[in-house]
C-alpha cells in the first residue's frame, strides 16, 4: 500500500486512480472481491454442521473433529494481524491472487482428502487465503471509492458478513443430504477457480505503488502466540463449558496469549516510531476509531454469541431439527446483507449516530425479548427476534466500519482494516465463550441446554446491548473524512 496527498484517490491496494476512471472499472473490482470473500467465509461456515457426518466417515472422535473449525480459525488469528504488511509491500493483485491460490490448492486437496489429517491440512490452507481477503477488500474499497461513496460501497462487506454465514449451515445441510461431504468442496473450486482467473485479467487495471517495509522477523512469532493463544484459550473455555474439553487447560493458552500480546504491542509502538511495525498500532490513537472499534467488538460479540446460542435453543429446547435452525436464522442474515448498502447510503449523508443510536436501541430491546423465551414460544417469534436482531447490526457494523477507517490517514488503511478484521475474530471467540459458559453454569439440567440456561445467556447479551447503546453516543455525527483530518 501507499500512501499520498488526502486529496488524491488512490486504486485499489494502493494504485493511484485517474479522477475520470470509468466507474464500471472499479465496480467490477469490488464486486470481484466481494464475491471472493463471499465464497471463502461460505466454505468457513458449512463444516460446522458437517462435523457429525466426518466423526463417522474419517472415524475420529468429536474433539478430533473440532479441530477442523479450530483449526480453520486459529489460522486465520495467526495471519489476519500480519496483512496491514503485507497489503503495504506488496500489489493488490499479488495479494489477491496468491489468497485465491491457496483457498483453491486448499479446497482441491479437501476434496481429495483421504483421511482426517490431510483434511485438516487442507482446512490450514483454506484458511491462509481466507484470512488477507477480508482486509484487502476494505482497504480496496477506502482507497479505491471516493469519500462521499464510501458508506454505500463499505455495505457490500455485510454480504460477507452475514449472508454467508446465514447461508453456509442451510446450504451444507442441502449437501450432505443428498451428496455427500466432499461434494461441500466439489462445488466451491469450480466458483474459487473461475474467481482466481477473473482477478488474473481485471486486476491488472490496478498499477500498484508499493513501500519496501521492513519485515520485524520478531514480531511475527509473538503476533502468532498473541492472537492465536488469545482464540485457542476463548474457544476451550467454550467447549470445556459444554463438556467437550479435555486435556490442555484454557488458562494456558490465555495466559500465553495475553503475555505476547504485552510484548507485541510494546515492540509494535517502539517500531512504529521509525514507521516499521509489522501492525500499526497509531489507530488506536484516533478516538473516533477507537470508539467504532469497540462497538464492532460488542456487537460480534451478539452475533456470534447469538449464532451459537440460537440453534442450541431451537434444537434442544424446542425440539425441532437442525434443518429448521439453519432455516430460522437465514431471514436475518439475508435482511442485513439486503439491507447493507442502504444503510451506507444513509451513512454518506448522515453520519454514523443517527444509524448506530437507534440500532443499538433495536439490538436491546431483541435481547431483552429473548430472555422471554421459553419451550412454548412459537418458532415465528425466534424468526422475528432474530431478524429484529441482524437488522439492529446491520444498522452499526456498515457505518461503524466505514467511520472507523475512514477517520483515518491513507498510509494507515491497511492496518486499520487488519486491527478491525482481526479484533472481529478475538471478539467472536470471546462472545461464543461468555454465552455459552453462562449458559451450562445457570442450566438445571446438568449443563444441557435448557430454558434457564439460554434465558440467562440471553440476559448476558441484553446487558452488554445496554452497554453498546451507552457507547453508541460517542459515535461521530458526521461522515468521516477518510485520508484527512476526522469530521466532528
Known amino acids: 500500500m501507499t500512501t499520498g496527498p488526502s486529496t ?51 472415524q475420529v472422535s468429536a474433539g478430533t473433529a473440532q479441530w477442523l473449525t479450530s483449526g480453520f480459525l486459529l489460522t486465520m488469528a495467526v495471519v489476519i494481524p500480519i496483512t496491514g504488511f503485507l497489503l503495504q509491500r506488496f500489489p493488490a493483485r499479488a495479494i489477491f491472487l496468491t489468497s485465491m491460490v491457496l483457498f483453491s490448492a486448499g479446497t482441491l486437496l479437501a476434496a481429495l482428502a483421504p483421511g482426517f489429517g490431510v483434511l485438516l491440512a487442507a482446512r490450514v490452507v483454506q484458511a491462509c487465503g481466507t484470512a488477507v481477503m477480508i482486509p484487502l477488500l476494505m482497504t480496496t474499497i477506502m482507497t479505491l471509492v471516493p469519500a462521499e461513496r464510501r458508506g454505500q460501497t463499505m455495505g457490500t462487506i455485510s454480504i460477507v458478513i452475514a449472508v454467508a454465514p446465514a447461508v453456509g449451515p442451510t446450504l451444507s445441510g442441502v449437501i450432505l443430504s443428498t451428496l455427500g461431504w466432499r461434494w461441500m468442496f466439489w462445488i466451491v473450486l469450480p466458483i474459487a477457480l473461475l474467481a482466481l482467473a477473473a482477478g488474473a485479467t481485471w486486476l491488472r487495471v490496478a498499477d500498484d505503488r508499493t513501500r519496501p517495509v521492513p519485515l520485524d522477523v520478531l514480531s511475527v512469532p509473538l503476533s502468532a502466540l498473541a492472537f492465536a493463544g488469545l482464540v485457542y484459550g476463548l474457544s476451550l473455555i467454550g467447549e470445556a463449558a459444554r463438556g467437550g474439553h479435555g486435556g490442555i487447560p484454557p488458562w494456558l493458552p490465555l495466559v500465553v496469549g495475553i503475555v505476547a500480546m504485552v510484548a507485541f504491542v510494546y515492540r509494535q509502538v517502539r517500531l512504529q516510531r521509525r514507521d516499521a511495525a509489522l501492525l500499526d498500532l497509531r489507530p488506536f490513537t484516533n478516538r473516533r476509531f477507537t470508539v467504532s472499534l469497540v ?30 435452525a439453519g432455516l430460522v436464522v437465514l431471514p436475518g442474515g439475508l435482511a442485513m446483507g439486503f439491507l447493507g448498502p442502504f444503510i451506507g447510503r444513509v451513512y454518506d449523508r448522515h453520519g454514523a449516530r443517527r444509524l448506530v443510536l437507534p440500532g443499538s436501541v433495536l439490538l436491546a430491546a431483541a435481547m431483552w425479548m429473548m430472555t422471554t423465551l421459553d419451550a412454548g414460544s412459537p418458532i415465528w417469534e425466534v424468526v422475528v427476534l432474530q431478524t429484529a436482531m441482524m437488522v439492529s447490526l446491520a444498522m452499526m457494523f456498515t457505518p461503524l466500519m466505514t467511520d472507523s477507517l475512514g477517520s483515518l490517514p491513507g498510509h494507515l488503511y491497511s492496518h486499520g482494516s487488519a486491527i478491525l478484521t482481526t479484533l472481529q475474530q478475538v471478539a467472536g471467540a470471546a462472545g461464543t465463550a461468555l454465552f455459552v459458559t453462562v449458559m451450562t453454569l445457570s442450566s438445571a439440567s446438568g449443563g444441557a441446554p435448557d430454558v434457564p440456561g439460554v434465558s440467562a445467556a440471553f440476559t448476558v447479551a441484553a446487558v452488554v446491548a445496554v452497554v453498546v447503546v451507552g457507547v453508541a453516543f460517542f459515535t461521530g455525527k458526521e461522515p468521516a473524512n477518510a485520508g484527512g483530518p476526522p469530521a466532528h
Open 8 to 58: 488524491d484517490t488512490q486504486g485499489a491496494g494502493g494504485a493511484a486512480v485517474s479522477p475520470d476512471r470509468p466507474p464500471a472499472t472499479t465496480q467490477v473490482i469490488i464486486a470481484l472481491l466481494v464475491g471472493s470473500a463471499f465464497v471463502m467465509i461460505l466454505n468457513e461456515t458449512i463444516m460446522s454442521v458437517a462435523l457429525p457426518v466426518l466423526i463417522v466417515d474419517l
Open 295 to 324: 462497538l464492532v467488538a460488542l456487537g460480534f460479540m451478539s452475533l456470534f454469541g447469538a449464532i451459537i446460542m440460537m440453534p442450541l435453543y431451537i434444537q434442544d429446547v424446542l425440539g425441532r431439527s437442525a434443518f429448521v
